[in-house]
């Protein structure tokens, strides 16, 4: 009987320890991840890709796109709760750190590009600055002025974004034309790319960058 006592309270045990990890831990059981004021760290060190420090502010703007981009598709799942998506679990990750994930993925993609071209001394013509300028200008008035102050970057900042990610799209597609392989393969999620990616070191700050909650850096829900 002493022994069904002590099996029955390790098994309760046993389950209380998982239900704790399952509500605190996204990813198994651990310490809860502490969620960060996105403004408050735009000028600490982010990412190091091939020996440059990039600050939180650097890569700003893909935080805001990815926000943008999975918000459209939360409120078609779901326009009264679109929370509900963005807690949703795809292929083994929530969206929040899936699209969290794609947004470094695709900075690093560009970083790495544009890099690429400015030590060919590429540069953009005036017709490529002026329709980058120009989605900066409606992507800034699409944010609205509150989710502007919570980015906490300048729309100025925000221009040499879209104009750094113009100069690499320019440089991925001459890239891949000297490769002769579809530009599409050197996209941020391109076979092609991940072998180009090998030939760089990167470090991402995985204590800040796990600290965004996305979902609710520019939006209000």
Not at 23 to 51: K, M, N, P, Y
Not at 101 to 112: G, T
Not at 195 to 220: A, C, F, N, P, Q
Request: proline share 1%; net charge negative.
């Amino acid at each position: 009987m002493k022994r069904q006592i002590i099996k029955r309270n390790l098994q309760q045990f046993l389950a209380a320890v998982v239900v704790f990890c399952l509500l605190f831990s996204a990813g198994g059981c651990g310490v809860r991840q502490r969620t960060i004021t996105f403004r408050e760290h735009l000028d600490e060190t982010v990412l190091t890709l091939d020996g440059q420090d990039y600050p939180l502010r650097e890569l700003a703007f893909y935080i805001a796109y990815e926000e943008q981009l999975i918000q459209e598709q939360a409120l078609i799942y779901d326009a009264g709760n679109p929370n509900a998506y963005w807690n949703t679990h795809i292929n083994g990750h929530f969206m929040r750190v899936k699209a969290r994930n794609e947004a470094m993925d695709q900075a690093i993609h560009d970083l790495i590009f544009a890099n690429m071209a400015q030590e060919l001394g590429m540069e953009l013509d005036q017709d490529e600055i002026d329709y980058a300028t120009q989605r900066s200008s409606d992507f800034w008035m699409d944010l609205g002025e509150t989710a502007q102050i919570r980015l906490g970057i300048t729309k100025e900042e925000l221009t040499e974004d879209l104009l750094r990610m113009a100069l690499a799209q320019k440089y991925q597609q001459l890239y891949a034309a000297m490769n002769d392989v579809p530009e599409t393969d050197y996209d941020a999620d391109g076979a092609a790319y991940e072998t180009l990616l090998g030939e760089h070191t990167y470090k991402i700050k995985d204590r800040l960058w796990d600290g965004i909650s996305m979902g609710h850096v520019t939006l209000d829900q």
